[in-house]
């Protein structure tokens, strides 16, 4: 179910959402009933996404442009075919690519500072983004994956999109495991046989359960990891970060210390992950693995460039 922060972003850029040629509906309103027209492409304020996101994933806000101009680079116009499925031709050069899909103005609006006060800004530098260069500024942050699926699933509802930005959190999180796993492995090197050492590991955390087992319950293979839920992910991820700032800031600490530290920590998170999902790590298993998650993750943003990076909004 959809939490308050993901429900807000959804409503926040459906109420902030422009369309490039809205300007030329509504003077056809004035005279007609009947509107056609082709270009529909949507596209942001830069100040707006700054209110809603926060300086540090858009950027200053008085240097949107220079942002904009790092993030949507000559080599993503380059990969680009000359026409897309639909027949639509690519833009002639950089330039112009960057042209269709940010416009630099100048405008009136409050944005909020680092204390959150709103400071009302006259006639200053904002910028009209598309949909594609929505996505391109939030795909730097692999967390802010929620609204990365926004703008690539542009008729998606929140429900759907709340379920798919859970599925394909499970990329950040075992990544950011994996940092985890090799400092924690740093750690015991030399001191412990490392096989034994992980081991230890996943007994505790699996309760002395057989990753075997587990693995052909599920009907898996490989490395536990890429088959674990977000929940479990998250879980590990906290007792072993834990155990490590708590071996940093103790110099003194032994390796039996650390493995008492460890050993508490991961027997902690593994009872708050019941108390709060009522499930064990060994049940939040998925047999689809993260390589088929990601697979699934890049054909959609594959059929998103395909269609957005040609449109324009000028």
Known sequence: MPNTKTKYTFDFLNMHVHHANEQYVNELRLYTDTISYDNNA?????SDLYNLFGKHYIGTHNNAIETLGYVINKSDFEKLPKTNKEKILRAPNFRTFFEDHVISIKNNYSIKDAQNISLTKQNAPDAKISRYACWKLLKRWPNMIFPQLYFISPNAKLDELYKAAYKFSRIYHRNRLTKLEKIVNGIAHKKMDLQRFNSFMH?????????EAIKSAYGISGTIFDHMGVRSLMARYNALDKSINAYNIR??????????????????????MMNQTGRTPEQDISQKSI????????????????????????
Request: no cysteine; charged share 25%; aromatic share 20%.
């Open 42 to 46: 949507e596209y942001w304020l830069f």
């Open 203 to 211: 007994k505790v955390f699996f309760y002395n359960a057989d990753l």
């Open 251 to 272: 110099p003194s600490m032994t390796f039996d210390g650390f493995i008492n530290v460890l050993y508490n920590e991961l027997a902690e998170s593994r009872i708050a």
């Open 291 to 314: 390589s088929k998650i990601s697979g699934e993750l890049k054909k959609l943003e594959s059929d998103f460039i395909n269609k957005y990076a040609f449109q324009k909004i000028r």
